[in-house]
């Protein structure tokens, strides 16, 4: 049976994870809240996410995944995000693991899932949080080397129209959570990590190594320069690229 979202718009939000969150804890369920800006967006690991005007703000609630399913869900994000934009506008995009969308070499979108756990560890709801740059024409100088939207690379989207796209690519890849194996295939070719050196960025630490592979729970294997080898989770560590965002 289809699901349907219940799509919730605002023009400008605190942060549209911190309204799906509160709505979550009022018993919804199959609900996306889309903004055009948010005043205290969240990333990965703590970090504030900018979010200017011109962009996407998407985040996506719905109840009920186990906990292997929960580790699937971000890299299955990068993936319907990457799907709708090639189907919107044609953009070719790329994934920077674990939770970046890359266009020309810089960062297109970002993605952050939050959960509330159950003791078991599976989810009793979860949050996927989509940044996507649709219209920006520049960005604040701490990030202008790294970033991206859709209308520099010239491509032009509706955010409305990206929105539903995004959400009904999300609807068709969460109901294989349980078997990934088609899409996992898809992660890996357009993981631009791939073969590359990297700084594997752990408590302070950074590490050189080279990106090998995506296991078959989306870390990414690494290899050492004393010829070590081990998989990272996106939990754990941060990996960068040696000589610019994701080279």
């Known amino acids: ?26 018993g ?23 979010s200017p005007e011109g962009g996407l703000y ?9 906990g292997a399913e929960l580790l699937r869900v971000t890299p299955m994000a990068a993936v319907a995000v990457c799907r709708a934009v ?3 506008c044609g953009a070719k995009c790329g994934i920077k693991w674990c939770n970046d969308v890359v266009l020309a070499g810089r960062k297109l979108c970002g993605i952050l899932t939050e959960s509330q756990l159950r003791p078991d560890g599976s989810a009793e709801w979860l949050v996927v949080g989509i940044g996507v740059n649709v219209a920006q024409t520049a960005f604040p100088s701490d990030i202008a080397d790294t970033a991206t939207s859709l209308a520099l690379c ?18 068709g890849l ?20 791939m073969g590359k050196a990297v700084q594997v960025l752990r408590g302070g630490e950074a590490r050189q190594a080279r990106a090998l592979d995506i296991d078959g729970e989306f870390g990414l294997t690494v290899e050492y320069e004393d010829g070590s080898r081990e998989t990272v989770r996106s939990g754990e560590v941060s990996v960068r690229g040696l000589y610019g965002y994701i080279e």
């Not at 919804?28 to 703590?46: E, F, P, S, Y």
Request: hydrophobic share 40%; charged share 35%; aromatic share 8%.
């Open 1 to 26: 049976m289809e699901r349907m979202w219940r799509v919730i718009r605002y023009e400008q939000v605190g942060s549209t994870n911190e309204v799906c969150k509160a709505l979550a804890a009022r």
């Open 28 to 50: 919804a369920d199959d609900t996306a809240v889309t903004a055009l800006t948010q005043t205290a967006g969240k990333g990965r690991l703590g970090r504030s996410f900018q």
């Open 58 to 66: 998407l985040s996506a609630l719905w109840r009920d995944c186990g």
């Open 86 to 88: 090639e189907r919107l």
């Open 154 to 171: 010239g491509y032009e989207a509706d955010r409305d129209a990206l929105a539903e796209a995004i959400l009904e690519e999300l609807d």
């Open 174 to 193: 969460r109901a294989g959570l349980e078997r990934p194996e088609a899409w996992r295939t898809e992660y890996r070719a357009r993981c631009v990590n």
